[in-house]
């Protein structure tokens, strides 16, 4: 099927995880649009932005270095990888998809023949065709990233949060917690209300979360990061009050996940102004 052109493609995809056909002159729903955006919103930019290693430097000119988690090391091939010379604790990344993670808490247990074989066959991968044919992923170079080891006092795993942000305002904030365990989730707005929103097939929180001490300041972190784009969603980390930068992202779930009670679908995707195709073009390939 990926030999089809994107656009029959991704109509393809949706209908297949969705039950329903896309209307792509006229998407409404959340996901419906961000098939829209798969196809047609092609700033160079987001190349940048999907890659863990090139958005880096994006975040310290937007915000600051000081929201950086430290990068241990950047491979262009496997070989390149020297785990003696990593630390203790660590974390390998593809920066060229997602999921492409590996969590080492103690390298002394590491099967290194096993670790070698999964980045290898990261680096044989382009998300572009490994999913639903996301635009911004297609021409991103794959390379292996070491970071930092990322932990709080007291805690088995850190919250993940991830602002949704629409022309560089944050809506709602998606809370993924006890990943590797227990995968809740839960979604409050910018008031810190909870709301009765989940997805499909992920357990939701059902206590309150307490509201990080540094939540104005990840606000105020997520706008800048997300300004003049329509939507991307950008993740952050709260770690005894400091504000981490984890990720941006522009197609959640790769538009095949959606939102319960079903009301949140047109809720959302009203927020969601989609930018419009210049007069004789295909494609948006400018943010101005």
């Known amino acids: 099927m990926k030999f089809l052109p994107q656009e029959t493609f ?15 002159q006229n998407p409404v729903e959340f996901y419906e649009k961000i098939s ?41 091939k496997v070989s390149e990888v020297d785990f003696d010379k990593l630390p203790d604790k ?7 998809g997602y999921h492409f993670n590996l969590i080492v808490k103690e390298k002394s247990k590491l099967n290194r ?43 088995t795993t850190l919250n993940d949060y991830k602002f949704f942000c629409f022309n560089g305002t944050p809506k709602f904030v998606q809370i993924d917690m006890e990943r590797g365990t227990n995968d809740y989730r839960c979604y409050y707005d910018m008031d810190w209300n909870k709301l009765d929103l989940y997805t499909v097939k992920i357990p939701f929180y059902e ?13 105020s972190v997520a706008c800048r990061l997300a300004d003049q784009l329509p939507f991307t969603r950008v993740d952050l980390y709260s770690i005894q009050g400091k504000t981490l930068f984890g ?13 319960l009670p079903e009301k949140y679908n047109k809720i959302i995707g009203d927020y969601f102004v989609l930018p419009k195709i210049p007069n004789g073009e295909k494609y948006i390939t400018s943010l101005v």
């Open 90 to 96: 660590f974390v390998l990344k593809g920066v060229h």
């Open 207 to 219: 206590r309150e979360v307490k509201k990080p001490e540094n939540f104005e300041e990840m606000k």
């Open 10 to 24: 991704v109509k393809i995809y949706y209908e297949y995880y969705s039950g329903r056909k896309l209307d792509l």
């Open 247 to 259: 990720e941006m992202t522009f197609y959640p779930s790769d538009a095949r996940n959606p939102f």
């Open 113 to 155: 023949l096993k670790a070698r074989f999964l980045l290898k066959k990261w680096m044989n991968k382009n998300q572009y065709y490994r999913g639903g044919m996301e635009w911004a992923y297609k021409d991103v170079k794959p390379l292996l990233m070491a970071e930092t080891y990322l932990e709080e006092m007291g805690k």
């Open 36 to 76: 829209w955006y798969k196809v047609f919103f092609r700033p160079k930019i987001l190349n940048q932005l999907v890659d863990k290693h090139a958005v880096k430097t994006y975040v310290k000119k937007k915000v600051g270095a000081q929201y950086l988690n430290e990068t241990l090391g950047v491979y262009n």
